[in-house]
């Protein structure tokens, strides 16, 4: 039986979302940082499918949304809908972050934002994610917000258990030297943690 959704407000995206503000100014550093705005790209834990939303509407993008929960991608098709665009540009799958079910090398643009706090093996994750990604293609994996936001929205945005380091597992996966170790165990190259007031993130440009 599939579980009540914790936080279903979440999940649906419109302008009353609590990162409403965030999302276009995310979407839009991805375009500026990657200058990738054609072929596939795939959203990992995609929610809402809120930065794949986003993303359509500045991009020729094909977009995948991947997502554990199905629950969570019947929602997303809903806000597709509720932001007027093209249902046969996006492409939703239900899968966990460890299997995904898209060719080898498949893959121009990986987004992940806010799902690898609750993944259970992340040497698995970013060796399932690498194996996705085309040569010459770009990734951006992690947790936080767009350093076009002031940051004084940014602060009011976070959630507060990121701001509990250890007391939270959901921050284990930000130990100095973790990402490192894990990245390097996947079998990832090309790769660059970045750590900033806005968050934690893997950036990937694979050779
Ligand atoms: C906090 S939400 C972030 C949603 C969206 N990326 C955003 O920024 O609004 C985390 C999402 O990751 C998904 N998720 C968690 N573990 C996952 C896994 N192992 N594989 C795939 N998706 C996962 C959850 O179902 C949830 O929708």
């Known amino acids: 039986m599939p579980q009540p959704l914790a936080d279903p407000d979440f999940y649906r995206y419109d302008a009353n979302h609590r990162f409403a503000a965030m999302y276009p100014l995310l979407a839009r550093q991805i375009v500026d940082d990657f200058g990738i705005t054609q072929g596939l790209c795939l959203d990992v834990g995609t929610g809402s499918a809120a930065v794949l939303i986003e993303l359509a509407k500045i991009t020729d993008l094909n977009l995948v949304g991947l997502d554990a929960q199905p629950e969570v991608l019947a929602m997303a098709r809903e806000n597709v809908a509720r932001h007027a665009l093209p249902p046969d540009r996006f492409r939703f799958l239900t899968a966990d972050v460890t299997d995904i079910p898209l060719e080898d090398g498949s893959v121009d643009l990986l987004i992940s934002r806010g799902s690898i706090p609750f993944w259970p093996d992340h040497t698995a994750a970013f060796a399932a994610l690498y194996r996705v990604l085309a040569p010459g293609g770009a990734a951006l994996v992690g947790c936080g917000f767009s350093r076009?936001?002031?940051?004084?929205?940014?602060?009011?945005?976070?959630?507060?258990?990121?701001?509990?380091?250890?007391?939270?597992?959901?921050?284990?996966?930000?130990?100095?030297?973790?990402?490192?170790?894990?990245?390097?165990?996947?079998?990832?190259r090309g790769a660059t943690v970045r750590r900033d007031p806005y968050g934690v993130w893997v950036e990937i440009r694979k050779p």
Do not use: H
Request: glycine share 10%; aromatic share 10%.
């Open 148 to 188: 076009y936001q002031p940051i004084e929205e940014v602060r009011a945005m976070r959630p507060t258990w990121s701001g509990d380091g250890p007391k939270d597992e959901r921050n284990a996966w930000k130990d100095d030297g973790y990402l490192p170790r894990v990245l390097d165990e996947a079998g990832v």
